[in-house]
């Protein structure tokens, strides 16, 4: 009789610790996603106070990137998987020169050099900076890339915009980010 306990026990412990090793991964990996996908939150958080490395090794602060400006457009990006960045490169480089906003990339990869080659294949006319540790891609839960994140000079998000497909998507963008900006 005591042996039959005896399972029962271990049976009932062994399913409580499945349980509740379950339920502390949940909520870990919750408490670990602070930052959701941006348009989940435009205008209640902030980028996070990470620091980006540019193409000399320095490191730099986003909310500093930021705070140079009125209004800046961080394009988010992996180059293993961007095949928009090279159709959307024009959209960036035509926001630089409209004035509607700082541009720069924030691209995620493991390595500096082969990133910065990359960058400069593309003959893209915004500056790029490389997160070595992909903590923004995972944080902010990027489904697809370039994600195209407008902020005001506090790096509180106030647009976000996925990638976009040639015609009209394109005039939704224009119209979309004017809207931004004026209403910042």
Sequence with gaps: ?????SITIIAVLAVANIALIVQLKHARESAVAVIAPADTYVGA?????????????DSVSLREIAARHGHTMFVFFAPSDCPPCFSESEL???VVRRGDAAVYGVGTHTNAPEFFQWVDNTEWGIQAYLDTTGWLEREM????????????????IQWADPPRSPGEERERFWRDLGYAVANL
């Design 1 to 5: 009789m005591r042996k039959g306990w």
């Design 45 to 57: 958080i902030r980028l996070p106070d990470m620091t980006v490395v540019d193409r000399d090794g």
């Design 92 to 94: 960036w480089n035509e």
């Design 141 to 156: 839960n990027f489904r697809v890339t370039p994600l195209k994140v407008l902020v005001d000079s506090t790096a509180r």
